[in-house]
């Protein structure tokens, strides 16, 4: 495509001046641009979509920030699903769950949302009220006794919650990111992602959870990346 972008502007120039060509060669730099977005964007849809039918995480290595996410929130849907459908293991499923959804939106508001943030900051403040009502509703979930008739309720209202906000994180963030972020930047992040996932999930959700300084009355903020490399 660059040599076409090259040839193009040498004839543009020999018959036009070079100011044309110059202004040639920038329209078609930005069509360029513009081509690889809309690839990249739709190699992440048909990803997404193989990990939808599949029920199977599109990637084992941690590949793309959204790529890591979306595998991440179909984990989530299989654990929610398994704790749904059955008593075996209850506990330690929960366990796992909690896990890994504190880990997931730990990584989101401490690495992903800031990174991401200016190219849609309504989905972002969104999204941060989404985790806040995620994180509540996953504390009160995990302090319901077995015994309690409410326990399937709350895991229910949990599911749903969390899986509307995965649901919209990929229909409406993630297709930005993809159009506006290289993959070589999208890669970096991913894998600074997975090792602080990875790292708050030997932590345990009490410790990550305990991070978060939740209150009522007041909006609830992205994290810095300033803040992020201090913790790390
Ligand atoms: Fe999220
Ligand atoms: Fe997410």
Redesign the pocket.
């Known amino acids: 495509m660059k040599k076409i972008v090259k040839r193009v502007s040498k004839s543009a120039a020999k018959g036009q001046g070079k100011k044309s060509a110059g202004k040639l060669s920038k329209a078609l730099a930005s069509t360029v641009e513009l081509v690889a977005g809309v690839a990249r964007e739709a190699e992440g849809v048909v990803r997404d979509f193989a990990s939808n039918v599949t029920g199977q995480p599109p990637d084992a290595t941690p590949g793309r920030a959204t790529d890591l ?1 979306v595998a ?2 179909r984990k989530l849907e299989q654990l929610f699903e398994r704790l749904e459908s059955s008593k075996k293991g209850f506990d330690a499923t929960l366990r796992e769950l909690a896990d890994d959804l504190s880990a ?2 730990f990584i ?1 508001e401490t690495l992903f949302y800031p990174a991401v943030r200016k190219l849609n900051p309504d989905i972002i403040l969104e ?1 941060l009220e989404e985790h806040a009502m995620g994180r509540f509703a996953l504390q009160r979930l995990l302090g319901t006794k077995a015994s309690d008739k409410s326990l399937r309720l709350r895991l229910k209202a949990l599911k749903e919650l969390m899986t509307n ?2 649901h919209e ?1 990929e229909r409406e963030l993630f297709p930005v990111v993809r159009r506006h972020m290289p993959n070589s930047k999208l890669e970096r992040l991913g894998a600074a992602m997975k090792k602080s996932f990875d790292t708050g999930v030997q932590r345990g959700h009490e410790a990550v959870l305990a991070t978060f300084h939740d209150q009522l009355h007041q909006p609830v903020r992205a994290k810095s990346s300033r803040s992020v490399r201090r913790r790390s």
Do not use: P, V, Y
Request: net charge negative; charged share 20%; no cysteine.
């Open positions: 996410l991440q929130h997931h939106i989101e999204g906000h995965h994180e």
